[in-house]
């Protein structure tokens, strides 16, 4: 089956610093990956996405590489804020109609 | 364009009440999919629905949960005879068709239940 494996949470980083959530997956056949952005008291949105191996998603800032050879899609952003402060989740979907989700990792961005 | 609709927003039931979640998806868009999100977890996948059909109904549980799609109105999930373990917060998307390497799912605000 499916399965999306997030880098644990909680994150706590200071203003500016670089941040790395890691995801891995396995999936069968070739998935569409997915990184969401959930802030409190919110649903679930989009923050980027990549269809193929090498794609890279990009979204305010943030990227994502999908790296077919690792399993991978992990999340990147050089300089956070304040206002990214916010739960991270690694998706994938397989065509199937249904995605599958990581656990989450909550971020906490300190001034 | 309206996004994606839930309500109610915050819902309290007493055990062995039932539950009923409303889903209206983004116009035009004709599949909607739930996902419970228990406390500090992800979210898992229930159901996907499309008008009238039932396409995937494999992370539903074998009892007490039901979910429709009506050809006019929203979507409904139903959970009869709550118990405390159906706690959550209870997601609805939708996207504009349900095949596609490319399709995105618009989340709702989601549905907080709280079983007393």
């Known amino acids: 089956g499916n399965s999306v494996t997030q880098m644990e949470g909680p994150v706590t980083l200071s203003e500016e610093a670089f941040l790395t959530i890691n995801c891995t997956y396995t999936?069968?056949?070739?998935?569409?990956l997915f990184w969401y952005v959930q802030y409190p008291g919110e649903g679930l949105q989009l923050l980027l996405k990549?269809?193929?191996?090498?794609d890279k998603g990009s979204n305010k800032g943030f990227e994502a590489t999908y790296r077919k050879e690792t399993t991978s899609f992990h999340l990147e952003k050089g300089s956070v804020q304040v206002s990214d402060s916010a739960v991270y989740f690694c998706a994938l979907d397989t065509n199937a109609g249904k995605s599958t989700f990581g656990d989450g990792t909550t971020l906490t961005v300190k001034p | 364009n309206a996004g994606v609709m839930q309500n109610p927003r915050h819902l309290v039931r007493r055990r062995g009440q039932e539950a009923r979640l409303r889903c209206s998806p983004m116009?035009?868009?004709?599949?909607v999919y739930w996902y419970r999100q228990l406390p500090e977890e992800g979210l898992k996948f229930m159901v996907y629905l499309q008008k009238e059909n039932i396409i995937d109904e494999s992370g539903m549980p074998k009892e007490r949960f039901s979910a429709e799609f009506p050809k006019e109105g929203p979507s409904i999930l139903r959970i009869q005879q709550v118990v405390r373990g159906d706690s959550a917060a209870y997601f609805c998307?939708?996207?504009?068709?349900?095949?596609?390497?490319?399709?995105?799912?618009?989340f709702g605000p989601g549905t907080r239940l709280t079983v007393l």
């Open positions: 998307a939708s996207s504009p068709t349900g095949t596609g390497l490319d399709i995105e799912q618009f």
């Open positions: 990549a269809t193929k191996a090498d």
């Open positions: 116009k035009g868009h004709s599949h």
């Open positions: 999936a069968t056949g070739y998935p569409s």
